[in-house]
Structures are given as C-alpha cells and as structure tokens.
C-alpha cells in the first residue's frame, strides 16, 4: 500500500499533499541521537474530547489558518494518522479537532524529544500503521535537529522514513 505522506516543521502555509513516489534503497545511517524518555498519546477524533485550556491569544489571522482554495478536500471518514515529535502533540489536538469538524477521523501519536532517525529506524512507524490503517500519515518531526547540524545526515533517515 502507498501511503501519501507529508513531511514539514512549523510555520508557514502547509505544502501540497501528493503521493510519495517510489523509494530508492537508503544506506544505512549513523546511529540515532539518544531520545529522552518517550511519551506516546492516542486520539482518536471520533472520541468525545475534554474541554481543553484555552489557547493563548495568536497574531496568526484566521485567513491564513483557512484551507488554500485549490486544496483539494480530503473525502469523508478518511483517517489522518499524526506522528511526530511533541511539537506533533502541540499542533495535533487543535488539528485533530479541525479534522473532525470537517468529518474526517485522526490519531495522534507522539514521543517527546525524538529525532528524525528515531522515528526513521526506531520501527515506531510500520507499527502505527499497521495499528491504525490510515489514508494520510501527517509527520512532525525537526524541531530538535539543531542538534544535528550537518543536514546532509538527515538525508538518508528522511528517505528511509517516506519509504
């Protein structure tokens, strides 16, 4: 199965969903940095959510947050899988609950202070999709990177974690 994946930090508008295309053989890379203690968290949309604290005042105006004309609409029921980083469980309550008002469903799964090459070879994300099955897998994954400051390190674990 070809999942279509999408790969991005924060900020910005969000880049075009297309199909990941064939992946090529990846060379092995150097071990992952040690990952503080994880924390993994699930949610489903289609769950009765608690009233969470109310977010902080955002200079961001609604018009940019407003889906791009010429996104296409993603079909009802589809299933949106989340993983990534905790800057994934930052952003992935609030999507979540947009998914849900436009009828889709979605998951969340986050480990703190993870790395690129965590959830690359780390067999985190074979496992939540298996787990969940889902149509779209959205990864947040880079804002720990400065610790790694040669990008072409991460060349390698990127191709991996997209095949």
């Known amino acids: 199965m ?5 790969l991005g930090a924060c900020g910005g ?3 075009p969903v297309a199909a990941a295309p064939a992946a090529q053989p990846v060379a092995a890379a150097s071990p992952p940095p040690q990952a503080a203690p994880t ?3 699930e949610q489903l949309s289609t769950a009765a959510d608690p009233k969470p604290a109310e977010p902080a005042a955002s200079t961001a ?3 940019n947050l407003a889906p791009s004309a010429s996104a296409p609409e993603l079909p009802k029921g589809t299933l949106v899988l989340q993983i ?9 309550v609030e999507l979540g609950k947009r998914l849900k008002a436009a009828g889709l469903r979605s998951a969340l799964e986050y480990k703190t202070a993870s790395y690129i090459p965590n ?3 780390d067999g985190d994300v074979p496992h939540f999709i298996g ?3 889902p149509d779209l897998v959205l990864i947040t994954l880079g804002a720990n990177e400065l610790e790694i400051p040669n990008p072409e390190q991460r060349v390698g674990p990127v191709k ?4």
Do not use: E, I, M
Request: proline share 9%; hydrophobic share 45%; glycine share 6%.
């Open 2 to 6: 070809l999942l279509p994946v999408a």
């Open 13 to 15: 508008p969000p880049a």
């Open 39 to 41: 924390a993994t968290s």
């Open 61 to 63: 105006s609604q018009s």
């Open 84 to 92: 990534g980083d905790s800057f994934a469980a930052a952003l992935g």
């Open 119 to 121: 959830w690359s070879f």
């Open 131 to 133: 787990k969940y099955n």
């Open 160 to 163: 991996h974690l997209v095949k």
